[in-house]
């Protein structure tokens, strides 16, 4: 079975700090996902990677970066937390042209 | 660009019976897959079925069907036999075929009642 590991199931910070969401998965998947989930907004891309060091804006990449130096692994990086970030974050990958499958996802909240 | 659009919230059923959750999407693309997802509470989203727009038989998977009309481009979910476990968040999604990138609709929680 395929495994997409978060690294934490619940997180608080602050404004202001940076903040670092960690994704790992274990099935050499070219394609990672991050997502955040808002009620009645479902989930909406934020950026996704493709390959190695490589990467591409989603739908609301403001406010964030991203970082995946390793097949596995795609980091999800909040520069200058903000309140309004305050979300369910989700990350998911897939082989080309295959579903995607997801992790259980971080709740962040920003105080 | 491409929406997807679930016109119903919250919708609840009672155990063993059957419901269907809407679903419909704008596109000018020809080629592409529709897939449905369920995200029980406090749990890890999973695929639930996926539809090929090409193949113009409804795809099945057990319990669940859908009822995909291509034309009105209408991707709707039914569940038979409803379980206390199909109580969930279920979200309709939409992928072009030449992209790995998924659009999701804004969801609809499922409540089964015994």
């Known amino acids: 079975d395929v495994k997409v590991t978060q690294s934490s199931r619940y997180l608080v910070k602050r404004t202001g700090e940076k903040v670092f969401l960690e994704c790992v998965q274990d099935m050499d998947h070219e394609n990672m996902f991050w997502y955040r989930q808002d009620p009645g907004l479902g989930l909406r891309l934020i950026y996704f990677?493709?390959?190695?060091?490589?990467?591409e804006k989603g739908d609301i990449p403001e406010g964030y970066s991203v970082s995946r130096e390793k097949k596995e692994r795609f980091s999800l990086i909040l520069e200058s937390a903000s309140t309004n970030q305050t979300s369910m974050y989700l990350c998911a990958s897939s082989s080309t042209n295959q579903p995607q499958h997801f992790g259980d996802g971080t709740r962040l909240s920003i105080l | 660009a491409q929406t997807v659009t679930q016109s119903q919230p919250e919708m609840s059923v009672q155990e063993a019976e059957t419901v269907t959750l809407s679903c419909t999407y704008d596109t000018s693309e020809n080629n592409y897959y529709l897939f449905w997802y369920k995200q029980p509470p406090s749990r890890q989203m999973i695929l639930v079925i996926r539809?090929?727009?090409?193949?113009?038989q409804n795809a099945t998977e057990n319990r669940f069907s859908v009822n995909f009309q291509k034309a009105a481009k209408s991707f709707s979910l039914k569940i038979s036999d409803s379980q206390l476990g199909d109580t969930a968040m279920y979200f309709c999604a939409f992928r072009a075929y030449n992209t790995d990138k998924l659009i999701f609709g804004t969801g609809t929680r499922l409540q089964v009642f015994p």
């Open positions: 990677s493709y390959d190695v060091k490589m990467k």
């Open positions: 539809q090929e727009a090409y193949k113009q």
